[in-house]
C-alpha cells in the first residue's frame, strides 16, 4: 500500500469534495476565527489549502507546509494571487523554522495520521512565541464503538491511513502533557466525532 506519503500525493487530485474535504470546509472558518488576527500563522499539514486560504484573511503571513509535494501543488495553485502565503514540503514532526516565530499554529485533522504526535506538539510549541496558541481540530477515531467500527470501515474503504485512534480525553491529555494550556476542547459531531482543541503556551 505504500507510504503515508505516497498515499496523500495520490490522494491530493481527489481530496477536494471528500468527505473529509467537506468538514475541512465546514470548520476553515472557525479555525480563522480561533486564530483571530495575527501577525503570523503556521498551518501545518495544509494539505491542500482549504484552512490556509481562510486563514490569510486574518494574518499577515500564513506559512503553509505538507510532506506530500502533490498537496502542496494543488494548494499553490488555489492560493494564486495571494501575497501574504508560502508554501513548502515539509513534515510536522520537524518543523524548519527557528524557535518562537508564530503567533498562531494550526494542526487541522493532523495528529491521528502522524507517527509521533507528541513530537509533532512538541515542534509546534517550540516554534509558538510566548504568548502563542494552537488550533488543532482532530478526528477521535476511538472516542466510542461507533466512531472505532466507522474508522475500520474508512480504513477499508478510502485506505486513509490513520495511526492513532484517539480518545477525547486522551488527546487534551497529551497537547497536557506537551506543555499546552488547554482553553477549550469541543465536540463537534461529524460522521466521525472531532475534538476541537484550543490550547496556550502559558
Known amino acids: 500500500m505504500g ?7 495520490r490522494f491530493a487530485p481527489r481530496y477536494d469534495g471528500h468527505i473529509v474535504s467537506k468538514d475541512a470546509d465546514v470548520l476553515a ?12 500563522v503556521l498551518d501545518a499539514g495544509c494539505g491542500t489549502g482549504q484552512v490556509t486560504i481562510e486563514l490569510a484573511r486574518v ?7 505538507d510532506f506530500a509535494d502533490a498537496m502542496v501543488r494543488v494548494a499553490r495553485e488555489k492560493a ?3 501575497t ?17 516565530t508564530f503567533d498562531a499554529v494550526v494542526l487541522s485533522n493532523v495528529l491521528h495520521l502522524v507517527d ?9 510549541r517550540r516554534v509558538l512565541k510566548p504568548s502563542g ?10 472516542e466510542n464503538l461507533r466512531s472505532m467500527f466507522l474508522s475500520r470501515i474508512m ?39 472531532l475534538v476541537f482543541v484550543v490550547a496556550s503556551t502559558r
Open 3 to 9: 507510504t503515508s506519503q505516497e498515499f496523500w500525493s
Open 29 to 40: 472558518p472557525r479555525i480563522a476565527a480561533a486564530v483571530g488576527s495575527s501577525e503570523r
Open 59 to 65: 494574518a499577515a503571513q500564513v506559512d503553509a507546509v
Open 80 to 82: 494564486q494571487g495571494l
Open 84 to 100: 501574504n502565503v508560502t508554501f513548502n514540503t515539509s513534515g510536522v514532526e520537524q518543523l524548519e523554522f527557528p524557535d518562537k
Open 116 to 124: 509521533n504526535p507528541s513530537k509533532t506538539l512538541m515542534e509546534a
Open 133 to 142: 496558541k494552537l488550533i488543532a481540530p482532530t478526528y477521535c477515531h476511538g
Open 155 to 193: 480504513g477499508l474503504v478510502f485506505h486513509i491511513p490513520v495511526r492513532t485512534r484517539w480518545s477525547v480525553p486522551d488527546l487534551l491529555k497529551l497537547v497536557r502533557a506537551s506543555g499546552f494550556k488547554v482553553e477549550s476542547g469541543e465536540v463537534v459531531r461529524f460522521k466521525m466525532p
